[in-house]
């Protein structure tokens, strides 16, 4: 293959990784600008970067994708040189502003991370690239190597696709869940206690593809909860299963739109509204609800702690409260410095949803007139 060639079968093939929500963003003309990630960075900065594998030529056998070992397609590879310059022509263009790099594992772990690594060092040094560069971390990846992936990239992640040993092994008999999954991550957290802010400034993510081994949403969240509170995960992303012809998985139906949705509002509450695992609410197996969001349903499950008075809630309870967010809880604490609010237009210029927070909530000892009695 040229090299345009390649640059269009693997960013195709990255399309699996999962790097922001939604981040495959679609665009017309060239077909290498087809998987450039929307990602929201620190502050709400969006950036345009590029999404692509460094090969999809794996030896692994995971049950659900598209590169898998013994799969019937065309593979590829770049040579860590080809893609920085790759990247840095892209780049030079103005097409995009950071970087993306994942890949199959070809040969070994070992050594597909050092070609991941040489790609980034070539960029850094010889090309002067001091942009964004996430760095997908492969499984069983050493720990000096971590160290290095830390110091060349702004982000890193390790993909653990299920919540537990026992859902892995549903998906891949080639994948240690503690060993070469967990591990990496625990180092990262250890390698950025030790050195401090100034490495690795975007944290460490994961990846979970959403009922490929028949998981519960409670056994996902779970399993984030203790990565948010015990390794300082900075995110989860969670991936909709989707079905690959020739995989042992074509026949598994795919996972609803809605599920995905459910999971990220509740990883929201996890992470910015200061919800507990025990605070989500589950059906009978373990899943989240998805005809209601999940922080309404706390509330209704939970009408002792309501109607809250907005003029003396705490941030917490603010937060509690739904159609609050973060944001606007903020400016309506800014506000009562002023004086007293007093109607649902006050709350909507707070940046709330007031209509979804009227049910719960009284305005200056008054319940608005739009609101429903609680059950």
């Given at each position: 293959?040229?090299?345009?060639?390649?640059?269009?079968?693997?960013?195709?093939?990255?399309?699996?990784?999962?790097?922001?929500?939604?981040?495959?963003?679609?665009?017309?003309?060239?077909?290498?600008?087809?998987?450039?990630?929307?990602?929201?960075?620190?502050?709400?900065?969006?950036?345009?970067?590029?999404?692509?594998?460094?090969?999809?030529?794996?030896?692994?056998?995971?049950?659900?994708?598209?590169?898998?070992?013994?799969?019937?397609?065309?593979?590829?590879s770049f040579e860590p040189e080809e893609l920085a310059r790759a990247f840095h022509q892209m780049w030079s263009s103005g097409l995009v502003t950071g970087l993306?790099?994942?890949?199959?594992?070809?040969?070994?772990?070992?050594?597909?991370?050092?070609?991941?690594?040489?790609?980034?060092?070539?960029?850094?040094?010889?090309?002067?690239?001091?942009?964004?560069?996430?760095?997908?971390?492969?499984?069983?990846?050493?720990?000096?190597?971590?160290?290095?992936?830390?110091?060349?990239?702004?982000?890193?992640?390790?993909?653990?696709?299920?919540?537990?040993?026992?859902?892995?092994?549903?998906?891949?008999?080639?994948?240690?869940?503690?060993?070469?999954?967990?591990?990496?991550?625990?180092?990262?957290?250890?390698?950025?206690?030790?050195?401090?802010?100034?490495?690795?400034?975007?944290?460490?993510?994961?990846?979970?593809?959403?009922?490929?081994?028949?998981?519960?949403?409670?056994?996902?969240?779970?399993?984030?909860?203790?990565?948010?509170?015990?390794?300082?995960?900075?995110?989860?992303?969670?991936?909709?299963?989707?079905?690959?012809?020739?995989?042992?998985?074509?026949?598994?139906?795919?996972?609803?739109?809605?599920?995905?949705?459910?999971?990220?509002?509740?990883?929201?509450?996890?992470?910015?509204?200061?919800?507990?695992?025990?605070?989500?609410?589950?059906?009978?197996?373990?899943?989240?609800?998805?005809?209601?969001?999940?922080?309404?349903?706390?509330?209704?499950?939970?009408?002792?702690?309501?109607?809250?008075?907005?003029?003396?809630?705490s941030r917490e309870e603010l937060l509690r409260v739904p159609g609050i967010g973060p944001r606007s809880a903020e400016h309506i604490l800014q506000m009562r410095?002023?004086?007293?609010?007093?109607?649902?237009?006050?709350?909507?210029?707070?940046?709330?949803?007031?209509?979804?927070?009227?049910?719960?909530?009284?305005?200056?000892?008054?319940?608005?007139?739009?609101?429903?009695?609680?059950?």
């Amino acid at each position: 293959m040229d090299l345009h060639e390649k640059v269009q079968s693997l960013t195709q093939d990255a399309r699996f990784d999962v790097c922001a929500p939604g981040s495959a963003t679609g665009f017309s003309g060239q077909d290498h600008r087809r998987w450039i990630a929307a990602t929201v960075l620190a502050g709400g900065r969006v950036e345009h970067h590029l999404k692509i594998l460094l090969s999809n030529a794996c030896e692994r056998d995971c049950a659900y994708c598209a590169n898998r070992n013994g799969r019937s397609f065309r593979r590829t590879s770049f040579e860590p040189e080809e893609l920085a310059r790759a990247f840095h022509q892209m780049w030079s263009s103005g097409l995009v502003t950071g970087l993306f790099l994942s890949s199959a594992v070809r040969g070994s772990p070992a050594l597909t991370m050092e070609r991941e690594i040489a790609a980034v060092e070539i960029l850094r040094t010889k090309h002067q690239f001091r942009g964004y560069v996430h760095l997908k971390l492969m499984p069983g990846t050493d720990r000096a190597t971590v160290e290095r992936a830390l110091e060349l990239a702004d982000r890193v992640s390790v993909n653990l696709e299920a919540p537990n040993p026992g859902r892995l092994a549903r998906l891949t008999g080639k994948k240690d869940f503690y060993h070469e999954l967990l591990t990496p991550l625990r180092w990262v957290n250890e390698i950025r206690e030790r050195r401090g802010p100034g490495i690795l400034r975007s944290g460490s993510t994961t990846q979970f593809v959403v009922g490929a081994s028949s998981e519960s949403d409670e056994e996902i969240l779970s399993t984030v909860s203790q990565l948010y509170g015990q390794l300082g995960l900075a995110r989860a992303y969670y991936s909709a299963f989707r079905p690959v012809v020739d995989t042992p998985l074509q026949d598994h139906p795919a996972t609803t739109a809605i599920r995905e949705r459910r999971l990220y509002q509740s990883d929201f509450l996890l992470r910015h509204y200061g919800f507990r695992l025990q605070d989500l609410t589950f059906d009978e197996g373990g899943n989240l609800p998805t005809e209601t969001d999940p922080k309404t349903l706390a509330a209704l499950q939970h009408p002792g702690r309501f109607p809250v008075e907005i003029n003396r809630a705490s941030r917490e309870e603010l937060l509690r409260v739904p159609g609050i967010g973060p944001r606007s809880a903020e400016h309506i604490l800014q506000m009562r410095c002023q004086g007293a609010l007093r109607s649902l237009g006050d709350l909507a210029r707070a940046g709330a949803s007031a209509s979804r927070a009227a049910p719960f909530i009284l305005l200056d000892g008054r319940q608005p007139p739009t609101q429903p009695r609680l059950i």
